[in-house]
């Protein structure tokens, strides 16, 4: 197309979610107690497995990994979205919904890998017992996230090399509260058919792969429990619907998005509110209120706080004898 027919768009304006301002208010004071909660939530676990030696082992290692990877979902679009219900025009610069892509397919697609990890993980622990600490051992886990970032860092590079130099003109009304591949390249006035084939391929694909590999390796696990381990089956099962429960909270709004991305759907949105504030609510949830050890650990990291904050407080100057 002949660049003097079209003039070049530095910003999109997002359209949001509603333009009712009662229920923007209504969304904010949801939104805010989400993110706040979530926010606590994930680096209180971090600090926790930190803190507490009795939690430096593989499983919890890749849990705090989670949980640091969660506070970046629901930092990436959540603080915008929240600042924007109070503003009449809601808009982002190209480069910024260059960046709020780049950073949400990087940090979901690391995710994506770190739970096939974490089902590995599990199933070291559960079929093979003996040889876990062998296996899954620091240098591994090491290793295994460093490849969580790397694939999550070039599914992001591969499909922003095709859409950064996008040319757009006519309407740069976007029909959501984030930028996201869909939407942002039907904004484009060009072609899209093998972009959009791409972002199928690319994000579709490989979220509803790694949804099925990570539902066949849970069902291999039990299967393996009750073959081989006589009265483990509960057990296994209680362990495994944790990670269950997370992966249908984090895959089913992934699916329903980019499997059948074009043309875009006015419930894309609000599905996915799901993945930048419901989900990384739901992990700390799931993680901490069904699992004995993190909740004995944070009993002892509560105390401890206590302890210093009264031994400071009895050698602080203005209480000396």
Known sequence: MDGRNHSV??????????????????????F????????????LIVLTI????????????LLANLSFIDTGVSSIATPK???????????ISLKGCI??????????????????????????????????LTIMSPKMCICLLAVAWTI??????????????????????????????????????????????LVTTNSGLISLGTFFILILSYVFILFTVQKHFSG????????????????LFFFGPCIIVYVWPFPTLPIDKFLAIFDAIITPFMNPVIYTFRNKEMKAAMRRLFLRSLCFRKKHFMHSPGNSD
């Open 9 to 30: 768009l530095s910003e999109f304006l997002l359209l949001g979610l509603t333009s009712s301002w009662r229920i923007q208010i209504l969304l904010f004071l949801f």
């Open 32 to 43: 805010t107690i989400f993110y706040v909660a979530s926010m606590l939530g994930n680096l």
């Open 50 to 61: 930190i803190a507490d030696h009795h939690l430096h082992t593989p499983m919890y290692f």
């Open 81 to 91: 979205m929240m600042y924007d219900l109070f503003r009449k025009y809601k808009v």
């Open 99 to 132: 960046t709020q892509m780049f950073f949400i397919h990087t940090i979901g697609g690391t995710e994506m890998v770190l739970l096939i990890v974490m089902a590995y993980d599990r199933y070291t622990a559960i079929c093979k017992p003996l040889h876990y």
């Open 152 to 197: 999550g860092l070039i599914h992001s590079v591969i499909q922003l090399a095709f859409v950064v130099n996008l040319p757009f003109c006519g309407s740069n009304k976007m029909d959501s509260f984030y930028c996201d591949f869909p939407r942002f390249i039907k904004l484009a006035c060009v072609d899209t058919y093998g972009l959009e084939f």
């Open 232 to 247: 483990g089956f509960a057990k296994a099962l209680s362990t495994l619907s944790a990670h269950i429960t997370v992966v």
